[in-house]
């Protein structure tokens, strides 16, 4: 069986602060900086103006003028979900990240760990989600597929309440809209409540070969969903976390900001925790002085350890800031293997010099930690105060 961890309004609760008096008025996320015009995920009091998640900012707010806009923040939402992931994980599960608020694993290895049965495994589940800031609600549904299992958490599940659903026929009253939660079928349910389909057990009457020529593959992914056939689950790997932040002493952009992210690209390819890996996906976020949060995830190519090509590519990045910065942040995602430095087929003065000393400076951090070789980077050169014209960073040879 599949158990299916849910958490409503995730990303609206993490940027709100957990504030519960606030959710109970018309709330929204505001659309982010730069995309397109649309609300967020939105409380129950705005839920009953009509209004929905992805819906026109304009039509929201003809629809219910006291709406209030929260800044989103998908800084606090990765963080606050990393965490509930981490949780799951502590019990044993191998958790598929199905993104904000939703995730889901296989309970068949876990039943003699905790004991009871399925119940353990919920049991266990349940408490390590008390534990949490923001997953104290939860709510966890039980089914024989991925798909079964998170329409019985959305449906019919409370947060002291799993629903179990064995056959897949008895969710055949609910309605096409959850679809919706699946990406590749998201845009199904617009379509088929305008044909008169509302409800699952409709679809599932529906022939599969109608199905395939009105909506192609994800009329067919549909019908096998509603029928209880699914994909298999795909884990993910837990990874290592390593990270550094910068808080600026004002609002920074332009050519200090760069100069912030070359701090900071120096400072984490320093890390004694790296042990001479590459890096293959970075996540660059930043503090806006406006409120809310930006977030950027960047895959590399190809794996890197060189600061200046890291620096090249997370600048252009940078460049998409929507506003100035309080503070900047950069984290790897997933390492690479262990840099192999290349040899010249020639080699002069010069790079045997850079050789041993790129070896002193690994002997000396050995010893003295990452602060051992350091060298001044000009950060403000026109700021009155002495501090904030230069700081001290890794050296790299």
Not at 26 to 43: D, F, H, N, T, Y
Not at 158 to 165: F, G, K, S, T, Y
Not at 186 to 206: S, V
Request: net charge positive; proline share 8%; aromatic share 4%.
């Amino acid at each position: 069986m599949i158990v299916c961890v849910l958490l409503p309004r995730f990303a609206l609760v993490v940027a709100a602060g957990g504030r519960g008096d606030l959710l109970r008025e018309p709330v929204a996320l505001a659309p982010e900086p730069g995309a397109e015009q649309r609300v967020g995920e939105i409380s129950p009091a705005a839920e009953s103006f009509g209004i929905h998640a992805g819906m026109r900012l304009g039509e929201a707010l003809s629809r219910c003028p006291n709406l209030a806009l929260i800044p989103p923040d998908p800084l606090g939402v990765a963080d606050a979900w990393e965490q509930a992931l981490e949780r799951v994980e502590s019990i044993g599960a191998q958790v598929e990240d199905g993104g904000g608020g939703l995730a889901c694993f296989a309970s068949d290895g876990l039943r003699r760990l905790h004991g009871s049965g399925l119940d353990g495994v919920l049991h266990a589940t349940r408490r390590v989600l008390k534990d949490g800031t923001y997953t104290s609600a939860g709510r966890l549904g039980v089914g024989p597929a991925r798909f079964t299992a998170q329409a019985a958490a959305v449906s019919r599940a409370r947060p002291r309440r799993p629903a179990i659903v064995q056959d897949p026929r008895t969710l055949w009253p609910e309605p096409v809209a959850l679809l919706r939660r699946r990406a590749e079928t998201e845009r199904l349910p617009d379509a088929l409540e305008r044909l008169g389909i509302g409800t699952l057990g409709a679809l599932a009457k529906l022939p599969r070969g109608s199905l395939a020529d009105r909506f192609g593959p994800a009329g067919l992914l549909a019908h096998d969903l509603v029928h209880g056939r699914d994909t298999p689950l795909r884990p993910r790997v837990p990874g290592e976390g390593l990270q550094e932040t910068l808080d600026l002493p004002e609002a920074g952009s332009g050519v200090q900001l760069e100069r912030a992210l070359g701090l900071l690209v120096d400072r984490l390819l320093a890390r004694r925790e790296r042990r001479g890996r590459t890096l293959r996906v970075v996540v660059l976020a930043a503090t806006l002085v406006e409120g809310g949060t930006w977030r950027e995830r960047v895959v590399f190519r190809e794996p890197l350890a060189d600061g200046g090509r890291m620096r090249m590519a997370l600048g252009l990045r940078l460049a998409l800031l929507p506003a100035p910065a309080e503070s900047l942040r950069l984290s790897v995602e997933r390492f690479g293997p262990v840099a192999q430095p290349g040899k010249a087929l020639f080699d002069d003065a010069q790079a045997v010099r850079r050789r041993r000393l790129r070896e002193a400076v690994r002997q000396v951090r050995a010893t003295a930690g990452p602060e051992g070789a350091l060298r001044a980077v000009p950060v403000d050169p026109d700021s009155r105060i002495p501090e904030r014209r230069t700081m001290l960073t890794p050296f790299e040879p």
